[in-house]
């Protein structure tokens, strides 16, 4: 083996470890040293595509392709980041020819079919997961995927049927275990169970597949009662995740205080040219696991709102356009107040984003919990907008977080003291923007859904400006595409056994209970 294959070797083990920092300094050296290596420019470019730089993803991606043309592996990556960065022709016409030059490339179709289902064209997603499945019916992504899709539209019968295929093809896709947990309702001696059981301590898996499994028990034990034992387990899940984590919660302290600090003389006067083509923005925010999603369904079951789900687009032009080195830039901010062109910018580059839904509906829900970071930047972006905050019992939300593993951007949620501190400078900035802006933020608390239901219910469409219809309170029936842990809770009459749920867990989550 050749100096060059030995280090392309290492890089790749290094990057399977997650080490993409470590992999992106020693890249950089091998390009230098070997820039014809296109293999390389993949391996870079996808480790700051998992570290959450798109941006300088894209540009190594689109230097690859320039090198190679026709490179499949390089094409593929560059339709991912433009798929993830809202460039949605670009990506599916790159997806297209890279299925024209090879019909056989089973990652195009699959990731396809990821495109379709970010813009919620459920049928179209899973007919391209089918097109991939007859290339390679045994292939666990493409199965997973499947799964994924039909959970999103509330067939869970499916949904679970293409997990357990995932897993017969590849035991160790354990998120395939957790999406089966999040479907059903588990009872004493169920099989799904006593496999997990079983292959938690007889498999080798590496933590990423452990912890999977480890929340995907726990709530199989929660739904039989075995308390302690889900406990038990879900303290184990937490800290292998929270090990795998770089985050400082002390980052986010100081980032909250400057929100505020930036937003401490707030100005709503209208800064931009009026745009008779855009839609009516809902954005309905709050803590993970809040309501939101009960809330959307509650409002897009209105004829006339187009629920679009947790859009990143607004976090991703903060990040893009507002911070410097992860601080918000005063000057950046003044420039929002004062400069038309650069707020026209930045409304355009959100409004362009949601075009990828296509739809004819007036109002279009954004349902992203952590925008409520970011109140300020829309009161100023979209002062006619309707802010919906969704809030809970502070130790049912926080449990319902610490119980529940989110694919990213939740990093706070893995350790209780750190979840505790975030849950209360989430307090401190709501507060602060209900009192910047009094009466424009409508506080939708999820124990008065569930005790007033109807009443509370005609409260939000009232607040959204919209006319009444009785679908609102039928909600359950909403045939809207769920893309979030909620998919089953919220397809669901209201229930009350959902208040109060921390409290037979309070006895073993010492941290939660004293703190909140």
């Known amino acids: 083996m050749s100096n060059v294959e030995n280090d392309i070797k290492i890089l790749l083990n290094l990057f399977n470890s997650g080490k993409f920092d470590l992999v992106i300094n020693k890249t950089k050296k091998l390009i230098k040293k070997y820039p014809q290596y296109l293999i390389l420019y993949n391996i870079l470019g996808s480790a700051y595509q998992n570290n959450g730089n798109l941006g300088l993803a ?41 299925i024209d030059q090879n019909p056989n490339y089973i990652n195009a179709y ?43 539209l509330g067939e869970f019968n499916l949904a679970i049927e293409f997990a357990k295929k995932t897993l017969l093809n590849d035991p160790k896709f354990t998120q395939a275990d957790m999406l089966i947990s999040q479907s059903q309702k588990y009872e004493i001696g169920n099989e799904h169970y006593e496999n997990m059981n079983l292959k938690v301590h007889s498999l080798e898996l590496n933590e990423n597949q452990k912890t999977n499994l480890f929340f995907a028990i726990a709530k199989a034990e929660e739904d039989m009662n075995l308390i302690e ?11 292998n995740r929270r090990k795998s984590l770089n985050f400082n919660i002390d980052e986010e302290v100081n980032f909250f205080n400057q929100i505020k600090k930036r937003f ?25 696991r809040s309501g939101t999603s009960l809330v959307e369904q509650i409002i897009t079951s209105h004829s006339n709102v187009f629920g679009a789900g947790e859009l990143p687009q607004l976090s991703r032009i903060v990040n893009s356009k507002l911070l410097t080195d992860k601080d918000f830039s ?22 362009s984003y949601l075009k990828r839904f296509n739809t004819t509906k007036n109002f279009i829900t954004d349902k992203a919990p952590l925008n409520f970071r970011w109140i300020g930047i829309i009161k100023i972006l979209f002062p006619d907008s309707i802010i919906i905050h969704c809030s809970r019992n502070p130790k049912d939300n926080c449990f319902s977080i610490f119980k529940n593993f989110f694919e990213g951007g939740m990093d706070f949620g893995y350790d209780q003291n750190e979840l505790v501190t975030y849950y209360k400078i989430y307090l401190d900035l709501m507060n602060f923007w209900n009192d910047k802006y009094p009466d424009s933020i409508f506080e939708a608390k999820y124990e008065r859904i569930i005790d007033d239901t109807e009443n509370q219910i005609k ?3 009232k607040f959204c400006n919209l006319n009444w219809e009785e679908n609102c309170l039928k909600f359950y029936e909403n ?6 842990l909620s998919t089953a809770q919220a397809r669901k009459p209201i229930y009350k056994s959902s208040k109060n749920t921390f409290k037979k867990f309070a006895p073993f989550m010492d941290t939660l209970n004293k703190l909140i």
Do not use: C
């Not at 190679?68 to 339709?79: G, K, T």
């Not at 990731?111 to 007919?127: Q, T, V, W």
């Open 459 to 461: 409260k939000i469409i």
């Open 264 to 288: 401490k003389n707030p100005n709503t006067t209208k800064n931009y040219n009026e745009n008779i083509g855009e839609k009516k923005m809902i954005f309905i925010l709050g803590m993970p």
């Open 58 to 98: 894209k540009e190594i991606f689109i230097e690859g392709h320039k090198m190679d043309p026709n490179n499949i592996a390089i094409m593929n990556n560059l339709a991912n980041v433009y798929k993830n960065t809202g460039k949605i022709e670009l990506s599916e016409n790159l997806f297209k020819r890279i």
């Open 479 to 484: 045939k809207s595409p769920i893309k979030t």
């Open 110 to 152: 699959i990731n396809y079919g990821n495109l379709k289902r970010d813009n919620n064209e459920f049928e179209l997603a899973i007919k391209s997961y089918k097109k991939a499945l007859k290339i390679d019916e045994k292939n666990p992504v493409a199965l997973y995927s499947l799964a994924l899709a039909y959970q999103g």
């Open 330 to 351: 005063e000057k950046k901010i003044n420039n929002l107040y004062e400069n038309s062109f650069f707020t026209n910018e930045l409304r355009i580059e959100y409004f």
């Open 229 to 239: 034992k889900s406990s038990k387990n879900l303290i184990i899940a937490n800290a």
